[in-house]
């Protein structure tokens, strides 16, 4: 675990905001004053330092039901980083194979302070250059992987089962504006980077994980895809298995959120909306709860990660066949990433979303995997959903 000390502004170098949920007119005069980073192995639980750092540098979530006010002279917020082994560990839970980006910390948390006058633009980035994607697994092995899920679910060990490939390629040039350019695919409500010592995190995220709206806990599950034409969302929309595994999953997220919410108060607002992005369709629910007296961000983040839709159900038995199955940890991919303010909260799952180290980008896609699956189209659903991230950071 790693604090940056002393907490003032001069003390820390100037990085662009360009994080998930920051507000918007605050952006461009925000610096970095004080940075928590934390890995499985270290001490701790990961929810717990994260609640007690942003109290202790200004931003208060011991209590989600009283929101405080955004202060225009001090402290804007916090960025803030959840991996999915994070999210499991808090919950002992397994935490999967070893990440293949091991430079990216398990949890961040940036806070950051308004400046009096804007920081100084950061030099323009040079050319770009990215290699080969190779494969953690093969086709053939992810198709292995599916029908062994499909053995579990046959046992009654699961319902549903998230699979989730990696692929790396090395790369040459500053990855920071490569992956900011993530921001601008259609449909990424969670479009940002977060950057840190040898590492660069870049999400394209459509689905939120969670966020504290208008004095309700929201979560917007996504499950089931089709490619973005009118005969592919006629398809999704007919489709008895995409269904069956989306409304599982919106059961799911509603026991999560019932275990952090007002008694009764846990309700679908929304259910089965096709949505697009890039050049898919994809369902999407919306699921609310009032919270409970006196939440803190902690029991929040046990309630809600790993996020259900990226795991299965049921969650616990669902994360043991994920770190069976998946050859590599999942790094960046299927955690949370957005912003924490003391008036506002608001973390997408980090689903479409890459991480560059010292000398490669790792990037990570699945999906959902029911007794109904075709091991064929899982392999392909995951491809379609990796291909508009790999060709925008391929384009020089």
């Not at 960025?79 to 560990?89: N, P």
Request: glycine fraction near 12%.
């Amino acid at each position: 675990m790693s604090r940056n000390r002393p907490d003032v502004v001069e003390a820390l170098p100037y990085v662009p905001v360009d994080v998930p949920g920051a507000p918007p007119s605050c952006r461009a005069r925000l610096v970095e004053t004080a940075r928590l980073q934390w890995r499985v192995g270290d001490d701790g639980d990961p929810t717990d330092l994260a609640q007690r750092f942003l109290a202790a540098h200004g931003v208060p979530v011991d209590d989600l039901t009283r929101p405080g006010r955004h202060d225009r002279h001090g402290v804007c917020g916090a960025a803030l980083f959840l991996s999915a082994a994070a999210g499991a560990d808090a919950i002992g839970a397994p935490t999967g194979a070893p990440t293949p980006a091991p430079a990216l910390p398990d949890l961040v948390v940036v806070v950051y302070r308004h400046a009096d006058t804007p920081p100084p633009h950061p030099p323009a980035a040079g050319g770009w250059w990215l290699g080969a994607w190779h494969d953690s697994w093969t086709p053939a092995a992810h198709a292995d992987a599916v029908e062994a899920v499909r053995a579990a679910i046959a046992r009654g060990d699961v319902y549903q089962v998230n699979l989730v490939g990696h692929a790396a390629a090395g790369y040459a040039g500053d990855p920071r504006a490569a992956l900011a350019r993530l921001a601008a695919l259609p449909g990424a409500r969670y479009g940002g980077t977060l950057s840190g010592p040898g590492w660069t995190l870049g999400c394209a995220s459509p689905e939120t994980l969670i966020a504290v709206q208008g004095g309700r806990l929201v979560t917007r599950p996504i499950k089931g895809t089709r490619p973005a034409t009118a005969a592919g969302r006629r398809e999704l929309l007919a489709s008895a298995k995409e269904r069956a595994e989306h409304v599982m999953i919106v059961d799911l997220e509603r026991n999560d959120l019932a275990r952090v919410a007002r008694t009764g108060s846990v309700r679908v607002d929304e259910l089965f909306a096709v949505r697009r992005w890039c050049d898919l369709w994809q369902a999407e629910s919306t699921v609310s709860a009032a919270p409970a007296d006196g939440l803190g961000l902690a029991d929040l983040l046990r309630a809600v990660c790993p996020g259900g839709s990226v795991t299965g159900a049921p969650k616990h038995a669902a994360l043991a066949e994920v770190a069976a199955r998946e050859p590599v940890g999942r790094g960046a991919g299927m955690g949370a990433l957005g912003w924490v303010g003391a008036d506002r909260l608001d973390l997408g799952l980090t689903i479409r979303t890459a991480v560059a180290d010292a000398d490669r980008l790792h990037l990570w896609a699945g999906g959902g995997i029911t007794w109904g699956s075709d091991p064929a189209a899982e392999v392909a659903e995951a491809a379609a959903k990796a291909a508009p991230v790999r060709a925008l950071l391929a384009a020089g």
